[in-house]
């Protein structure tokens, strides 16, 4: 692979690869691909069809006459079966159904007749882009493997936009770099056997969110608990967040199900009116075959931590950076304990729960059943009631929404009823955003407007979609930093067919303003105790994040000097320098920093690795 990844990790978890055409001007552009430690599958002639990173455990392949197929990532398939597959394959479009019945978290690419199909997660998790290298299109798994083949630096345009808080989804699937071409998660990239034939064909589309509580709980304890299974099945030592909540403790108690050793890891936050520890040592009395380490919460880091020194490679920006020394700071414990993965609950807040907006479509078809309802979000999340009438009232399209959010930039930021019951939540950009940096974002935000589509008509499945999403770019690198730290981290929640299973049940059997989690507390009756069963709050971290501004804000003043973005003439470094000192500015709590924040950090490291493959 290319010279920025000599560094990136290849143990497991850290798999990455390109994929070519089985044509002799294909095979030529491999070869500038090919560095020490990089591994290779080969099409039938001999030529090279992958070029990457992979453990022998990430990868599952077969070749029968003229098809081939390959899976890399979590992959609870046989190669048996992989074969029986390839045997039968007269059409790639027939490969839709058997991804989506599969188990686990992985790419598929796949061979026949001289056509190659490559595909991610509809979660959005394992992404696919592509480029034009030497006239030869070529496919792969990181954004920023096909911009260093091309020579191509971060688009000015790009970064402004990912300085508004939030990136609307439409804008965040436009990769930094000009020239490279993002693949939608819900589609496939077919690639012709011609010089530059290609063309995205869609094998993902969510259902219709119509089954009933008491159906769709049995089916989705069978699915989580097989995408436990994908992880755990071969034995040995597994690791588990315990955070006390009910998404890591229904992991735990699934795990625990299967042939693993299961420890459980658990750090208490700092707040004194955290009950985060009396749930996980609730849970833990009930699981007394697994090993419970209580870490001192005065030892965890906090938000913020270690911004400095950040030198991960990484093909975007990531907000993710906030937390990346609390999310790795147990793994290499974990690892000593002799676990081999790290499964966590992250992804049940997305799937399990979902949006309230699902009520501006029932306001209109169920009116009476709707109004109790609403009613109740009114008082739980003390929505003033003019702006949650109005949200209700709003019927503009997605396109609309986002063309007028190109006015309203600088506007304060919106009730949260206006969220919860809209499109998303309007994008903003700060005082200390630049003038021409605010053109660049008004521009992208006049051309989605013109083109954009929500991820699915309904508001409240297309912000269940894009909040998927959301969590899974973040993932998605913090995946990539915990394998560099030696343990793979997985999610099963964030498994395509968890996810299908999960959105298919009605909106209404989801969220409701009087139960807390109904459809993951039915799924797991019988599986977690009745007593853990019974939480109905979550903890919010609240004072950790607090006590990360006012601890690090020497970094934070740091960070601005000789700033990446202030040198482009995105930022006003001065501002943000000033902002620092004032760790306790009420909008710094509301997180509008952390964009700005992720951008910066994401370059300087870019810097770093590129200074250090010169030396």
């Not at 496919?139 to 609307?168: F, N």
């Not at 995408?227 to 955070?243: F, I, K």
């Not at 029932?362 to 009613?375: E, H, Q």
């Not at 909106?507 to 105790?529: I, Q």
Request: glycine fraction near 6%; include cysteine.
């Amino acid at each position: 692979m290319t010279d920025l990844h000599r560094s990136a990790g290849t143990g497991p978890g850290s798999a990455h690869f390109a994929v070519f055409t089985d044509r002799a001007d294909a095979a030529a552009v491999a070869r500038s691909f090919a560095r020490p430690g990089t591994r290779t599958l080969d099409h039938a002639s001999g030529r090279p069809w992958l070029v990457g990173h992979w453990d022998d455990q990430e990868i599952v392949s077969a070749r029968v006459g003229p098809a081939a197929l390959a899976l890399i990532g979590c992959v609870p398939v046989e190669a048996a079966e992989l074969e029986r597959v390839a045997r039968s394959l007269r059409d790639l479009a027939a490969l839709d159904a058997w991804a989506r019945s599969l188990p686990g978290s992985f790419h598929l690419v796949a061979a026949l007749d001289g056509r190659i199909r490559v595909q991610g997660t509809a979660s959005g998790l394992r992404l696919v882009f592509h480029a034009r290298l030497d006239g030869v299109r070529v496919a792969a798994t990181r954004a920023d493997v096909l911009a260093a083949a091309l020579g191509a630096e971060p688009d000015p345009r790009q970064l402004a936009v990912r300085l508004l808080w939030p990136v609307p989804n439409a804008l965040l699937d436009e990769p930094l770099w000009p020239g490279v071409t993002a693949v939608a998660p819900h589609d496939a990239l077919i690639l012709a056997p011609d010089r530059d034939g290609v063309r995205h064909s869609r094998w993902w589309t969510p259902p219709e969110p119509v089954v009933p509580l008491r159906t769709g709980a049995p089916v989705v304890r069978e699915v989580l608990a097989d995408a436990v299974a994908a992880r755990t099945r071969h034995g040995g030592a597994v690791s588990c967040d315990l955070s006390g909540g009910l998404d890591s403790t229904s992991i735990c108690f699934l795990a625990d199900r299967s042939p693993a050793r299961v420890i459980a890891s658990t750090w208490p936050g700092r707040d004194p009116a955290d009950t985060d520890l009396q749930w996980a040592k609730r849970a833990a009395a009930a699981l007394p075959d697994v090993e419970h380490v209580v870490w001192d919460a005065e030892e965890s880091p906090l938000v913020y931590d270690g911004l400095l020194g950040i030198d991960d490679v990484l093909d975007e920006p990531t907000i993710g950076v906030m937390d990346r020394a609390r999310v790795l700071h147990h793994l290499p414990a974990m690892a000593r304990r002799g676990s081999r993965v790290h499964l966590t609950g992250i992804g049940g807040d997305h799937v399990a729960w979902c949006s309230e907006a699902y009520y501006h479509r029932l306001a209109r078809r169920r009116p009476l059943f709707a109004l109790g309802r609403l009613r109740g979000f009114k008082a739980l999340w003390q929505w003033p009631l003019l702006p949650m009438l109005g949200a209700l009232a709003d019927s503009r399209s997605y396109g609309s929404w986002l063309a007028d959010a190109e006015h309203r930039l600088r506007d304060p930021l919106p009730p949260t009823v206006t969220t919860s019951l809209g499109w998303g939540m309007t994008p903003r950009l700060f005082e200390w955003v630049t003038p021409e940096a605010e053109d660049m974002a008004r521009t992208a935000l006049r051309a989605a407007g013109r083109q954009a589509r929500p991820l699915h008509p309904d508001r409240g499945l297309h912000a269940d979609l894009e909040q998927i999403r959301d969590c899974t770019r973040i993932i998605r690198q913090w995946d990539h930093m915990a394998a560099r730290h030696g343990l793979p981290v997985a999610s099963p929640f964030l498994d395509d067919r968890v996810i299908q299973t999960c959105l298919a049940v009605r909106p209404e059997d989801r969220v409701s303003p009087w139960r807390y989690k109904p459809l993951l507390t039915a799924a797991m009756r019988g599986v977690v105790p009745e007593d853990c069963l019974r939480r109905a709050d979550k903890a919010a971290a609240s004072m950790d994040a607090a006590d990360g501004l006012r601890r690090h804000r020497g970094d934070l003043m740091a960070l601005w000097e000789d700033s990446r973005l202030a040198r482009l003439g995105l930022v006003d470094g001065d501002v943000l320098r000033r902002l620092a000192e004032r760790p306790a500015t009420r909008h710094l709590r509301e997180a509008v920093l952390y964009s700005t924040i992720a951008v910066e950090v994401w370059l300087r490291a870019l810097d770093r690795t590129r200074h250090e493959l010169r030396k």
